[in-house]
């Protein structure tokens, strides 16, 4: 996901001109600014304009056709209430679908001081939660496979996240790769004591356990509620 700043502009400053230099034996010229600039930085996907000029300057509105973190959020919203609903199979659908908008880390590509806003790692970290619950209704509806690539690559990316770590155990377990599982449990074991000094919770450990066969695999927590 990507961020364009756009300086605010105030609605009672018309765009006043500017003088160039006298050149030797010349005049003046003005320079009026070219408003037409502005809107090519912006694109309509549907009827109506996303820049508009309210009182206080210009404003972007868009709606969950226009912009994918808003329709990111209305899929996880529509799956946890298929999951209510009891349709277990569409609710693992739509929150695919919503994992499926995320291409990398929010604002990925821009400045590494930009990336470091409060605002972009609550993104993250929003990404992260549905990441975790999209596990959780797959691993209910005996789908796992849907969210394997997700979780492995969320894990690659957070590989101290004990709960994301149980639930990748859990899938790979669920979908036959009973090895990774077990390897991924000793990685995480390995590096949390070597990096925190501490060792596996109990989530973590009653993962491993599934996967080694000692327990049987426990039904996933309730859809819309998963640990962070």
């Known amino acids: 996901?990507?961020?364009?700043?756009?300086?605010?502009?105030?609605?009672?400053?018309?765009?006043?001109?500017?003088?160039?230099?006298?050149?030797?034996?010349?005049?003046?010229?003005?320079?009026?600014?070219?408003?037409?600039?502005?809107?090519?930085?912006?694109?309509?996907?549907?009827?109506?304009?996303?820049?508009?000029?309210?009182?206080?300057g210009y404003r972007l509105e868009v709606d969950a056709d226009s912009l994918d973190l808003l329709r990111f959020r209305c899929l996880r919203d529509a799956a946890r209430k298929?999951?209510?609903?009891?349709?277990?199979?569409?609710?693992?659908?739509?929150?695919v679908e919503a994992l499926a908008l995320w291409q990398g880390p929010a604002a990925s590509g821009i400045a590494a001081a930009v990336r470091g806003h409060p605002l972009l790692a609550a993104l993250d970290r929003e990404h992260l939660a549905a990441v975790k619950e999209s596990a959780d209704l797959a691993l209910g509806a005996e789908a796992a496979d849907l969210v394997l690539p997700k979780l492995r690559a969320a894990a690659a990316a957070s590989p101290l996240d004990e709960p994301l770590l149980s639930r990748l155990v859990l899938a790979l377990t669920a979908t036959g790769h009973r090895s990774e599982a077990l390897e991924v449990y000793a990685r995480a074991r390995t590096r949390l004591a070597d990096e925190l000094g501490i060792s596996p919770g109990?989530?973590?450990?009653?993962?491993?356990?599934?996967?080694?066969?000692?327990?049987?695999?426990?039904?996933?927590?309730?859809?819309?509620?998963?640990r962070l």
């Open 1 to 56: 996901m990507g961020l364009r700043m756009v300086r605010p502009r105030s609605r009672d400053r018309s765009p006043r001109t500017r003088r160039r230099p006298r050149r030797p034996g010349g005049r003046r010229q003005r320079v009026r600014p070219a408003p037409q600039l502005l809107g090519t930085l912006f694109f309509t996907r549907s009827a109506g304009r996303w820049l508009l000029r309210g009182a206080g």
């Open 202 to 226: 109990a989530e973590l450990l009653a993962a491993q356990a599934v996967a080694t066969g000692q327990e049987p695999r426990k039904a996933a927590r309730p859809a819309g509620r998963p």
């Open 82 to 95: 298929a999951a209510e609903e009891g349709a277990a199979g569409r609710a693992v659908a739509l929150s």
